[in-house]
């Protein structure tokens, strides 16, 4: 799964604001595992309407891209990797939620995303991330399966997207 909001005002300061730290909201008790609390984050934020971050794929022999506009002011959830590939912060900057906790990341940014991490990230500029993988699989609905624990119907824009379905205005 993923999520994507754009966030022209937050609607929850303590869940949306740029600064919000999620361990602000477990005060007094043990904090939960950084991968629970960005579980939690999309959770909430499949209840708002989704924000357009366009995702483009690209491929040459033996490596297949996958590319993401967000927008600033965006909050946005990542699909759970299955293996570990290369990402890119090729334009803006990001507070992006890791395994490691909340850093701040600017263009040009390179870092290795590992299996079984799902990260989040809030736009503090208009930003593109790409990741790469290793492969010579080129349709990208079989790699949005191969790759991540998601279905493409499931990701950003898909007919199965949680964040559309709680969202649709019914006719």
């Known amino acids: ?18 600064d919000y730290s999620p361990a602000s909201s477990f005060t007094g008790r043990a904090l939960p595992p950084m991968r629970a609390r960005v579980d939690a984050l999309e959770r909430e934020l499949q209840k708002l309407p989704q924000t357009d971050c366009p ?7 033996g490596m297949a891209a ?6 600033k002011g965006t909050v946005i959830t990542g699909a759970i990797h299955k293996t570990q ?11 992006l939620v890791t395994d490691n906790g909340i850093v ?28 790469f993988f290793p492969t010579d699989e080129t349709d990208p609905e079989k790699l949005v ?5 998601s279905k493409a119907c499931e990701l950003l824009g898909g007919s199965e997207n949680k964040q559309l379905i709680a969202n649709r205005i019914e006719d």
């Open 55 to 61: 995702a483009r794929w690209y491929f040459a022999p």
């Open 145 to 149: 399966e191969l790759l991540t624990e």
């Open 85 to 95: 590939n290369l990402a890119v912060l090729s334009a803006g900057r990001l507070k």
């Open 1 to 18: 799964m993923s999520a994507c909001i754009r966030m022209s005002q937050p609607t929850d300061s303590t869940h949306m604001h740029p």
């Open 104 to 131: 701040e990341i600017a263009a040009p940014h390179m870092l290795t995303v590992m299996p079984g991490q799902k990260n989040a990230a809030y736009a503090l500029e208009d930003s593109v991330w790409t990741n």
């Open 66 to 71: 996958r590319e993401i506009t967000i927008p």
